[in-house]
């Protein structure tokens, strides 16, 4: 428990967190993947060559002193934070190792004379209260997920059933248990985690799932990175038949009960948990306006199934911006998708519910483009691929 003492030290740090945090959370990383190569199956390695781990950290850990004494002020950061772990299975094991490295780099970047023993066991005990709200949140997680009908905990083998190329970039590998039980349903917009040994290293990664849920198999659709170790796996080398093992389903971007309009704004390979959403809102009959931006028609998936389910639903409105597109190709709008064009693919009621995924700085746009055109803030909804962090207009 924190004394008030500590929360006051805990807080009196937040000027050097908004200063110095980046270099705090680089040198923890460093530290702990360094020494401590059991853990780095759970972090990204993309993600800590970019930075946008340790910045994510940083946000997270600031965002956490700044609310000390209300963490219910921390709004969904906490459940992105559990969702998350619970995708990449975060044990209690763990938060041992992250404590320790985390104290070490507050004393070695802050330096003995700002980081003396007061701090450091202010920020132990913060630390402490932190690991066991979250250790608790996400041993509920992985409890409810185990004892949903045909659920599970920890890895489950699954089989490819089918590996289907969508695009020039996009493959779908639709996976079956391989024990042949049943699988739980997820909400739309989840994803799961999968675990992979490349060249003798686990790596441990998220994929939305990219088709509403049955009770037979799980879909998820991967775009080729140039520099994606995984991808490049899945794409080059996993086939039909193959064995995956994968962790339950997991995530907060999902879709909400509702009669309200829905709109579902997506950019490449970020429109795969918005099928999800797309499959599942469909039979409820609510106006629908489903919005798809790519580069061009090479590199664009899923269009054809959209099309299919536009002529079966009149509810459904599909439109296609395509920002640089080939001779040939059919769409709605060329170019970047701009606030004129938004206002006339959106319903005429403003007061209705968006969800929204792609590139930062497309998110970035669309979410300021909503607000200038009446969208209420509290009815849009989107998440980052990686790390969360906030999303600044």
Not at 49 to 60: K, T
Not at 267 to 292: D, N, S
Not at 347 to 372: H, I, T
């Amino acid at each position: 428990m924190l004394t008030e003492q500590q929360r006051a030290i805990v807080k009196a740090t937040i000027p050097l967190l908004e200063t110095g945090g980046e270099a705090l959370t680089s040198h923890f990383y460093r530290t702990m993947l360094t020494e401590h190569p059991e853990v780095r199956p759970l972090f990204n390695q993309a993600h800590q060559a970019s930075g946008e781990q340790p910045r994510a950290l940083a946000n997270a850990v600031l965002m956490y002193a700044r609310h000390i004494d209300r963490l219910e002020a921390l709004g969904p950061l906490v459940a992105q934070i559990v969702n998350k772990h619970v995708s990449l299975q975060v044990l209690p094991e763990h938060y041992p190792i992250v404590g320790a490295c985390l104290l070490r780099a507050i004393r070695e970047v802050l330096g003995a004379e700002t980081a003396t023993d007061a701090v450091l066991d202010a920020w132990g005990a913060a630390y402490g209260m932190l690991a066991g709200l979250l250790i608790g949140a996400e041993e509920a997680a992985y409890a409810a997920g185990a004892a949903a009908p045909g659920g599970w905990r920890s890895a489950r083998a699954f089989r490819v059933a089918r590996r289907v190329v969508e695009s020039e970039e996009i493959v779908s590998f639709h996976l079956r248990p391989e024990d042949g039980g049943a699988l739980p349903a997820f909400r739309p917009g989840q994803y799961i985690g999968l675990r992979l040994v490349l060249d003798g290293e686990e790596v441990r990664r998220n994929y939305s799932l990219s088709a509403a849920p049955n009770s037979e198999e799980y879909r998820i659709s991967v775009k080729l990175h140039a520099t994606g170790r995984v991808s490049r796996h899945l794409h080059e080398r996993v086939r039909e038949g193959d064995r995956l093992e994968l962790f339950p389903p997991a995530g907060e971007f999902v879709l909400n009960d509702s009669d309200k309009p829905l709109v579902l704004i997506g950019a490449g390979v970020g429109v795969t948990p918005l099928l999800a959403m797309l499959e599942a809102a469909l039979p409820g009959g609510r106006p629908i306006r489903f919005i798809h931006c790519a580069r061009h028609a090479g590199v664009q998936a899923f269009r054809q199934q959209v099309e299919a389910l536009a002529g079966r639903h009149p509810q459904l409105k599909a439109f296609f911006c395509y920002s640089t597109p080939r001779a040939g190709d059919r769409a709605d709008a060329s170019g970047r998708l701009d606030a004129q064009r938004l206002a006339a693919w959106l319903p005429a009621e403003r007061d209705l519910d968006a969800y929204f995924l792609g590139p930062k700085s497309f998110m970035a746009q669309v979410k300021r483009q909503l607000r200038e055109l009446g969208v209420p803030q509290e009815q849009c909804h989107y998440e980052f691929f990686g790390p969360a962090q906030a999303l600044e207009a």
